[in-house]
């Protein structure tokens, strides 16, 4: 794995003859938390096959060994061997993981603080697993992560009995306490947000009785696929209006699964936008997971008139899986649908470097979660982009972003990232379609979800 050191600080991106090749990205980000933590609380061993072993990830990995979890990285160094205590995790030299787990419930006191680093998605899903467990955890995280609102994953939890005392802003560093037994929970997502979804189901598994979600605006589905394969009494309720009832019966034992992790979405979508911005190029991505709650950045550049064409499609571990052909195409400015920005909110900076180098404006609204990710990305993009050359309007809840018509960024920076990982790649893409280059602050964050990332745009025919 390249470590968060290896990417050189600040480093620039400049023009890019065509790219070409077939390359396959990283493990989805989402998946791999999630077989992570629903392995290790199932009874017996588990196998996860293109596990992400980005930071974020093992940052969760981390967090399960000080709540009792074993986890080792079998290497031919140490001859198979390695340390046990609790749920056994272990890698293999082929890339697979074995968890044995501890069985629901069966969290452990952790004797330290749990370093979240810059992982939201570990915080807020760990969180939700501590608050049916009677035990004490203490979060930390980053910089950037500190900076995250956690109330939107505080508030419920609270209601199933755990309880918190968080820093101001109910942010980081928190401690909190869980429930056990838990208070079933009966909860209408105020926000569209996988996160708080995903939390409340994993409270739900420890906690006698039903727990019911309901969801007014769908979000990605990966919990309630994995918790139906683990075999938790899940059932997910659609209605006319597209609302999504989940209900969960409690104190699950979920059984051992093996789990092959598709490319990530939100990975793949930085060498699609290349490919289709760099004159010339034609580029497979293998192995991709195209589930429909993550699919909306597809959609979204065929509407603007990008070559995407999905080829040996099939489904692996109950998601669905294809391959991406994308050829160089003139793009066109674009007005999506607010509602569609669930399906691909992590997709959404590198979306605006596409509509950077479109024909026409393009105008994106309902984007109001992304004031609270890693960074700002509203905010973080519109400062970018101007620095590069590019006319944008700044709104309360998006952005408007005039195109340049196809023609090369003129480039510049360096780009202030603010610790998001999504940032520096979405201008490393703009860098290779600029006249003089785009210099990024700092790609270390970059190793945080796609820790090869400067690799794959290399064995394409990028330069950085």
């Known amino acids: 794995m390249t470590s968060h050191n290896d990417q050189p600080s600040p480093m620039t991106f400049t023009a890019a003859p065509a790219l070409s090749g077939s390359v396959a990205v990283p493990g989805d980000k989402s998946i791999s938390h999630r077989s992570l933590m629903l392995s290790a609380l199932a009874v017996g061993e588990s196998r996860v096959e293109g596990l992400l072993e980005g930071e974020d990830v093992l940052a969760t990995a981390a967090a399960l060994r000080a709540m009792g979890a074993k986890i080792t990285k079998v290497s031919a160094a140490d001859g198979g061997g390695g340390r046990a205590m609790g749920a056994d995790i272990r890698r293999d030299d082929d890339g697979i993981w074995h968890i044995h787990g501890v069985g629901v419930g069966g969290l452990l006191q952790p004797q330290e603080a749990l370093d979240m680093g810059n992982s939201g998605t570990s915080t807020r899903l760990l969180m939700g697993l501590v608050a049916s467990h009677g035990i004490t955890a203490t979060f930390v995280g980053d910089a950037s992560l500190s900076k995250r609102p956690m109330a939107r994953v ?12 968080t820093s101001p802003g109910d942010r980081l560093p928190l401690t909190m306490t869980g429930a056990c037994p838990a208070v079933p929970l009966d909860y ?9 979804k995903s939390a409340i189901l994993l409270a739900g598994l420890n906690t006698p009785g039903i727990t019911r979600v309901v969801e007014p605006i769908p979000t990605r589905d990966h919990s309630e696929r994995m918790l139906k394969g683990f075999g938790a ?27 092959v992790v598709p490319g990530d979405p939100s990975s793949a979508a930085f060498p699609m936008v290349a490919a289709l911005l760099v004159p010339g190029s034609q580029v497979t991505i293998a192995n991709v997971g195209l589930n429909a709650t993550r699919a909306g950045l597809i959609d979204l550049l065929r509407e603007m008139g990008g070559s995407i064409e999905i080829i040996n499609a099939r489904e692996v571990g109950g998601e669905p899986v294809g391959d991406l052909v994308v050829t160089a195409s003139a793009l066109n400015g674009v007005e999506p649908d607010p ?13 605006f470097v596409a ?56 480039g510049g920076g360096p780009i202030a990232t603010r610790l998001d990982h999504r940032i520096a790649m979405s201008f490393a893409v703009a860098g290779l379609v600029s006249r003089d280059g785009v210099t990024i602050d700092d790609m270390r964050p970059v190793a945080t979800s796609f820790p090869t990332f400067t690799a794959l745009l290399q064995t394409l025919g990028a330069i950085a």
Request: hydrophobic share 40%.
């Open 154 to 165: 505080t508030e419920p939890l609270s209601r199933v009995g755990a309880s918190f005392t």
């Open 188 to 196: 209408t997502l105020p926000v569209a947000s996988a996160q708080v």
């Open 355 to 410: 509509a950077a180098f479109a024909h026409g404006r393009s105008i994106f609204r309902g984007l109001d979660e992304l004031r609270v990710k890693e960074s700002d990305r509203i905010a973080t993009m519109a400062t970018g982009l101007r620095a590069i050359g590019v006319t944008v309007e700044e709104l309360e809840d998006g952005i408007i972003i005039e195109g340049s018509g196809g023609q090369p960024l003129p």
């Open 339 to 351: 509602a569609r920005a669930p399906s691909m909110i992590d997709e959404y900076p590198v979306a």
């Open 233 to 259: 009494d899940l059932e997910v309720e659609v209605q006319a209006d597209g609302t999504r009832i989940i209900t969960l019966k409690g104190e699950a034992e979920l059984k051992p699964q093996n789990i």
